[in-house]
């Protein structure tokens, strides 16, 4: 998509620590499930999944060609989730700590 060449009204920092702050107050699953039908597009939500889904298998320590034949995610995908849990901000770690354990099977993953 082409972006226009005028200056939003509303700074980029400040758009997306609104974004952090409406999905801060969302207070259960389903709140946040519904927000994100809302904010994405079927592909961008799959995205996401498939990239979330890989955490728990590269903390784990396995192999790429174990996570691909678990999740079906791609081997370029689990390189890039991995890059960021080694060089990133920190998030995704985070959140793995913070949250419920993620299922580590097909069965368990909602696509």
Do not use: N
Not at 37 to 62: F, I, K
Request: charge should be positive.
């Amino acid at each position: 998509m082409k972006r226009r060449q005028i200056e939003p009204e509303v700074d980029a920092r400040r758009a997306e620590r609104s974004l952090c702050e409406a999905l801060l107050a969302l207070r259960s699953v389903e709140e946040m499930q519904a927000f994100l039908d809302d904010l994405c597009t079927p592909a961008e939500r799959e995205s996401m999944r498939d990239r979330w889904s890989v955490v728990p298998h590269l903390l784990a320590g396995e192999p790429y060609w174990q996570i691909h034949d678990a999740t079906a995610v791609s081997i370029t995908t689990i390189g890039r989730v991995a890059r960021c849990l080694e060089q990133g901000a920190g998030g995704y770690a985070v959140a793995a700590s913070r949250s419920k354990p993620a299922r580590k099977s097909r069965a368990g993953a909602s696509r």
